[in-house]
């Protein structure tokens, strides 16, 4: 399956990353190759097969209801580029 | 033209788990910002989620409430969206099996009349953080102690037919949590949100029509209000040949109306897949059957119990066990008095007024379950007229002790005793000459009406105190013997 640029564009919004003009053929086309692979898998007959959610066949194992974390706010809070009053700040995003 | 309005829920309900979904911080409400983030919560690198049992038992107990399929097994899947409040860039969610499947559901209307709503399914999911807009330079500041908080998120079919339908179900939900006492409920802290579908369509239409969704309804009374005025919007629209644009609004209870997020025009594209950090959880029938027996009565159990034990109106009995906190109150105040009319009759009424002007619930009530029993006790034995009741009710809220407390200490005891009543009668006959006239000149289909001036005058005199029936049978015997 072919990928058009302008879904290559779309999906480089929605992922945040930034793609040039240059190289935007090359990815469209790279995308491509691997969704042929896909088409490949999309082929074979499922049927009555269940949809696998993990490679590895076993189950999750759940924790008790405890709180086991202490406050290490301001060791995080020194990891972010700015921060006031114990809050982390970032630019300006509102709805 | 007659239309329908069309609408189905969204419900967020937070789970009052000690800690969050997946990592061992705390979850409690109003902590100093970002002391409750964990590396985990953070997305710091290395980090990897792990489930919380409560999490999943509290919301096995809902789907039972809720006479809904359990997913035996459920898988966790990534909704992807890039947020500064979610610092994973994704969300941990269930799409394809989440942990609650399809249920039902009966709502209860004003009119007395009820409905069934269909539950879609419901599934767990971790909340995300806050952010605050306030002046920090142009910039937003981000609190993450909420990031990783337990929701169930609860998804109705789009059953609902009216804003009063909508209420309904959600107080209904609310209901059935906080019974189960797998979340506080408080809509004003956020620990249940709501989201509304609404669509609209002419009446006897099949298909639905196109739907938008209603952000930020955080009160019963908002519910109602949001979808009416975005009922109305839509039906303008259609009227003038417009078509409706299916989008997210927000709702503006300052101004009352819903506005389009243009921020969401890019449009949904979560792009969900299986979380590879996480396994799929199963839970066996035994575990099931073993929380079936647990779950405590269900407010319709309860309201049904109500009606046949304590021969309440269905009306009465739905509006004491909307919240189990009441219920629990009724059931103690017929344990103290043994009639339980009265005691629905004040709880509904005196007790809920009071409540509502102190805008207090019902278990901080200064009128303690046994304070009202004893006062029922004294109306009931005739000890104090049930005007004089409403004065010891407000004595005892303003913390003056128990009902016989107040009337000894007030002297409010009802005189029952005829001799002293037959003074009182006389001596207000011979204050009211011009209405003593007045009375024997009357038609006699007249006269039991204008007796209520001389009982007022005598209940006047005896300060309320004298029993209401001695009053009529005396007075009547007076005035009759003037004519």
Known sequence: ?95 | MEWEIVIGLEIHVQLSTQSKLFSGASTRFGAAPNTQACAVDLAMPGTLPVPNEEAFRYAVMFGLAMNAEIGKRSVFERKNYFYPDLPKGYQTTQLEQPIVGAGEVEIHLEDGSSKRVRLHHAHLEEDAGKSLHEDFHGMSGIDLNRAGTPLIEIVSEPDMRSAAEAVAYLKKIHSVVTYLGISDGDMSQGSLRCDANVSVRLKGEEKLGTRTELKNINSFRFVERAIKVEAERQIDILEDGGCIVQETRLYDADKNETRSMRSKEVANDYRYFPCPDLLPVVITDNYIEELRELLPELPDAKAERFQSEYRLSAYDADQLTQERTSADYFEEVCKSCEEPKLAANWITGELAALLNRQEISIQDSPVSAQQLGGLIVRIKDNTISSKLAKQVFEAMADGEGSADEVIEKRGLKQVSDTGAIEQIVESVIAASGAQVDNYRKADESKRPKMMGYFVGQIMKASKGQANPQIINKILKEKLDALL
């Open chain 1, 1 to 95: 399956m072919a990928v058009d640029t302008q879904t290559v564009e779309k999906l480089a919004e929605l992922a945040r990353i930034a793609i040039s003009e240059e190289t935007i053929e090359e990815v469209s086309d790279r995308l491509g190759d691997i969704l042929q692979l896909v088409d490949q898998l999309q082929a074979v007959n499922t049927d009555g097969v269940a949809p696998m959610s993990h490679p590895l066949d076993e189950v999750q194992t759940l924790r008790s209801d405890a709180i086991t974390e202490t406050d290490q706010r301001q060791s995080f809070l020194n990891l972010a580029p700015q921060s006031e009053e114990g809050l982390y700040l970032v630019p300006k995003v509102i709805d």
